[in-house]
């Protein structure tokens, strides 16, 4: 066999990018035939207006390329949305992108607006892709603990954790996995941060409308100083039950948007174009509807049974405020870690969750599991009577 020449190898990051903990666990349940409370992939019913905008798009012949920037219907719906829920005011044809997932619209501004070595300040505990999309781009994360157990921002810690290669700040309300919920004051205090530093701000807001307890979303772009250098990103997969379709979008001011488009075209081309017409049907039809408010009430009674279901279990949750994700205490499950843990528990009940390690640094998040509770009752009915035979 011949000898490879030493050209042929992995990338320099190549060897640290692994499957994630979430898909790994995914996996394993599926092979057994598990309920799967690890990947947040939400398999509730999609709004059947949305379903139909899809399939009529799909029945007109609208299954070629889109703009770059997306459908001019759906940048119109998002930009009105925006305004009426974020108190954004942005314009549909300059400051808006349509992109695949929130995820794309990440990547893409990232690759327009940062270059390799720059430093990306984030809170722990963070979601995995976050971190991994950063090192994907030769970036450098840096991360800030949330004080244990209540979340709170320490903002003496991010103001010391700012060098001369910081560039941006990445903020995750309502977040994954902890379901923190940024207050007011805290993002006040970042804005403070960024301006005197001027730094740009991305800020994924995927779970805006999962929030519990009177707790309300607030859009850092909205405050003083901080539009122009925010990259605000959302998207419909968590909020129409649609995380396959891959419909996200992002509002920036206008001076970054055509870089990022360029980067985006690049890697995705764009969103699936009938699905695009679905999103955008779902947003003009749900905004005058009860919509929102009953998917936060089902959502809020869903935390309520699972935090309840995990209490009964051994398993004492961090009740979050937000998003769809419950970090509980897995101490008394055997293993050595929080791997060995989500695994001993998939054996034994048949409910899959992620090891709290995934959202950590090394070495923390040992005895902490995740459990995604966006699911159909039936399914979450099952996993809460399945934690109880702990």
Known sequence: ???????????????????????????????????????????????????????????????????????????????????????????????????????????????????????????????GYHVSTLLSLRLKPVIVPLNVPSWDLDLDAVRNAVTSRTRAILVNTPSNPSGKVFLREE???LAEVAIANDLFVFTDEIYEYFLFDEREHISLAT???????????????????????RVGYLAADARWIAAIGYFHDLTYVCSPAPLQFGAAAGLRQLADTDFYGQLRSEYEAKRNQICQALQDSGLTPSVPAGAYYVLANASRIDGANAKEKARTLLRKTGVAAVAGSAFFRPGLGEDLLRFCFGKKTADLDRACDLLRTL
């Not at 995914?26 to 379903?51: F, K, M, W, Y």
């Not at 901080?226 to 968590?238: A, F, N, P, Y």
């Open 1 to 127: 066999m011949p000898i490879l020449s030493s050209k042929l190898h992995l990338s320099e990051i190549a060897p640290a990018v692994i499957q994630s903990e979430i898909r790994a666990m995914s996996v394993e349940c599926d092979r057994i035939g598990g309920i799967n409370l690890a990947q947040g992939i939400c398999d509730t019913e999609l709004p059947h207006v949305v379903a139909a905008g899809a399939t009529t798009a799909i029945e007109d012949g609208f299954n070629i390329y889109t703009r770059l920037d997306g459908i001019a219907p759906l940048r119109e719906a998002i930009a009105t949305k925006l305004m009426s829920y974020n108190g954004l005011n942005v314009d549909p044809e300059r400051e808006v992108l349509v992109t695949s997932g929130a995820t794309g619209a990440l990547y893409a501004s990232l690759l327009a607006l940062l270059d390799p070595g720059d430093e990306v300040i984030l809170f722990e505990p963070f979601y």
């Open 187 to 189: 993002l006040a205090g």
């Open 223 to 245: 405050l003083p100083g901080m539009r122009e250098r925010t990259i605000t990103i959302s998207g419909l997969s968590k909020t129409f039950s649609i995380t396959g379709w």
